[in-house]
Each structure stands twice: as structure tokens, then as C-alpha cells.
Nanobody
């Protein structure tokens, strides 16, 4: 297993969750790390990126609410999700990307109730 995601669960609107993704040794430090979001019945979309050079980018829908961080020494990337909304409900996937090569973790489900 290249990537292992965890931390999903159920929360009320306005609450917080932290997703974690642990990669095999040295994977996180060598790749651009991303989190994708897939709402029920919809396609998967990119929501946060932690690039190798340190730049972090976010989809407009999560900007100001979600924070991506990476710990190369621990081979871990996290997604801190605050002020969650019901529309954040769905599966979240971590991804490692470099030069066309992709590794995916299994999705972790987040459910936000109103």
C-alpha cells in the first residue's frame, strides 16, 4: 500500500475534522501531495495541494476553511477541515503526484449534518 488515509467521520455543520494520509517511506517527500473530494454521485475534484516547493493551493470552495500540511519526516500529509458544511459530505482521497505518476489512497468518508 502506497498511501493510507484515515480520519473521516461524522460531524455537525460548523465542526472540524482532521484527515491524515501516511505514505510509504520517502514517498511524501518526493511527490506533490494532494487531497481530492468526491461528493455522492459526482466526480472527484482537487481541493488542496501541497507542492514540493512548499506552495499550498486550495479550491475556492474550501479556501479559508481547509489547511493542508505535510511532514516529510513522518511521511504524512494532513487536511485540517474547519467550519465544515453539509456540502463537504463525501469521500476524500489523498494523492501523490509527480511527472504523470499518481498514487492514490483509499477514500475516507466525511459526513456533515446540518
Amino acid at each position: 500500500v502506497q498511501l493510507q488515509a484515515s480520519g473521516g467521520g461524522s460531524v455537525q455543520a460548523g465542526g472540524s475534522l482532521t484527515l491524515s494520509c501516511t505514505g510509504r517511506k520517502m514517498l511524501v517527500m518526493r511527490y506533490s501531495m494532494r487531497w481530492y473530494f468526491q461528493p455522492p454521485g459526482e466526480e472527484r475534484a482537487l481541493v488542496a495541494t501541497a507542492a514540493l516547493g512548499g506552495t499550498k493551493t486550495y479550491a475556492d470552495s474550501v479556501k479559508g476553511r481547509f489547511t493542508i500540511s505535510r511532514d516529510n519526516a513522518e511521511n504524512t500529509v494532513t487536511l485540517q477541515m474547519d467550519n465544515l458544511k453539509p456540502e463537504d459530505t463525501g469521500h476524500y482521497y489523498c494523492n501523490a503526484y509527480l511527472s504523470g505518476k499518481n498514487y492514490w489512497g483509499k477514500g475516507t468518508l466525511v459526513t456533515v449534518s446540518s
